[in-house]
């Protein structure tokens, strides 16, 4: 590691802010997909512009989808997909477990690699799940890399699949449904399930897209055939993204006040508004505009956050900082994200001199004095801008490969000092 590649975090004793957010990551790149299968044009505003977003871009352009930038506006004009293709899946989950089950209504072979972290994470279900479709899939160990041979069609119907690992295997597969002969009823037979508001999400763009989708039970949901509308979609702002720059108010006593949240969303990031009241935070949402005021006094939580895992890395950052202990359960499934996320916080925070253990399914913290050194981000975004809030409170913490956010929020660096004034 070189000298180059430690970002030094910089502190703050309060600041007053206007933040405003890229588009979700999570919307970006479910509506890229049914843009791809629908049957017209259509246009995104305000799409996030990311590494994933681009990743999720080229895979579909390489399978005939046709796009253009008019400002921040992407139009997405859908062909016949064909291949042959290769798929670059980067660290990007959404594009190695949604772009499958698009790969089977191609023609031709597709292939499907990324980089060597993707080739650690769980591909196994949506393997299964597409030879259990009529597929043919090559594959040696049910995980990244591995080959699509692409019919044309898929006839679809009634799918039973293990999605314990991710609901994202859950998403792929209705994202795709609606172009499949029959359809699909997706019934999960597991014992956990994780992030149930992530499928409520991939339901709702379907809906909003002209198709019949809807929820069976907890555990099983129906996606009638149907074509897929196109026209004009407002993509809302990425509320995940929100959580470091609400984290900076409450560790430094500032305010942030962060433009366009919405009134009803199914992002899971619209749990930090009440986690954060709960942790310390005072948070107004008026007329759009979310402000969130800290005291620099932070409360420990015991919380099962299953629907909510994503905002773990950042949930953690605080609970290293608060005044009481932390327990953050129902998260077993981060094991298998861009990284082993319960290993790498509890490493990360016990480096700097922290108290941190790990559970069978989560993380539990106990107050500690923090020191600095350098926090290492195994190339996983979310890992980046938790060093980044610890670091605003603790003299001394660099944050290896900073330029990692670049996955979901390309200038981040940029907006953190703005954010403080630098």
Same mark, same amino acid.
């Given at each position: ?11 703050? %004793? /309060? ?27 259509? #246009? ?7 590494? @994933? ?37 980067? !660290? ?54 591995? #080959? ?7 006839? /679809? ?23 499949? @002969? ?27 897209? /002209? ?31 929100? /959580? ?10 500032? +305010? ?15 749990? &930090? ?19 969130? +005021? ?7 939580? %015991? ?41 790498? !916080? ?31 981000? &195994? ?24 330029? +990692?956010?670049?996955? #979901?929020?390309?200038?981040?660096? @940029? ?8």
């Amino acid at each position: 590691m070189t000298e180059s590649q430690l970002w030094s975090a910089p502190q703050s %004793d /309060g600041f007053t802010a206007h933040v405003n957010l890229p588009g979700s990551k999570s919307l970006t790149n479910r509506e890229l997909v049914l843009s791809a299968l629908a049957h017209e044009k259509t #246009t995104l505003q305000n799409p996030l512009v990311s590494r @994933d977003s681009e990743l999720m871009i080229a895979a579909l352009s390489s399978l005939g989808a046709e796009f253009s930038w008019s400002g921040a506006d992407l139009t997405i004009t859908p062909h016949e997909l064909s291949g042959p293709a290769r798929i670059d899946c980067g !660290l990007a989950g959404t594009v190695m477990r949604f772009v499958p089950p698009l790969a089977m209504l191609a023609n031709g072979e597709v292939f499907f690699d990324g980089d060597e972290g993707a080739r650690k994470r769980p591909m196994a279900t949506t393997i299964e799940s597409l030879r259990a479709l009529g597929g043919e899939v090559t594959s040696t160990d049910g995980k990244l890399p591995f #080959t699509v041979l692409g019919a044309g069609s898929v006839q /679809g119907g009634a799918l039973e699949i293990d999605a314990s690992a991710s609901s994202q295997f859950v998403s792929g597969l209705l994202l795709s449904a609606a172009r499949f @002969d029959q359809g699909l009823v997706l019934t999960h037979r597991g014992e956990t399930l994780p992030s149930l508001p992530h499928i409520e999400m991939t339901l709702e763009t379907v809906r909003q897209r /002209g198709v019949q989708a809807k929820t069976l039970s907890e555990t099983s949901w129906q996606v009638m055939p149907s074509e897929i509308s196109g026209g004009q979609i407002a993509i809302e702002p990425d509320l995940s993204n929100a /959580g470091p720059f609400m984290a900076a108010a409450m560790v430094s006593a500032g +305010t942030v006040t962060i433009p366009n949240w919405p009134t009803t969303t199914t992002q899971v990031g619209d749990h &930090y508004r009440s986690i954060l009241e709960q942790m310390g935070a005072d948070i107004k949402l008026n007329d759009g505009l979310l402000t969130i +005021t800290g005291t620099g006094q932070i409360n420990g939580i %015991d919380m099962d956050l299953g629907e909510a895992g994503e905002l773990t890395p950042t949930i953690a950052a605080l609970a290293a900082l608060a005044s009481s202990p932390s327990r953050l359960t129902g998260i077993g499934h981060l094991r298998g994200h861009e990284t082993d996320r319960l290993k790498a !916080l509890v490493t990360e925070i016990n480096s700097l001199g922290g108290n941190a253990m790990e559970l069978e399914d989560g993380i539990e913290i106990t107050p500690a004095k923090l020191s600095g050194g350098t926090w290492h981000t &195994y190339h996983d975004h979310r890992m980046a801008t938790s060093g980044a809030i610890i670091g605003l409170v603790v003299p001394g913490v660099k944050v290896e490969n900073i330029a +990692t956010t670049s996955k #979901t929020m390309p200038n981040f660096s @940029d907006m953190w000092l703005e954010m403080l004034g630098s």
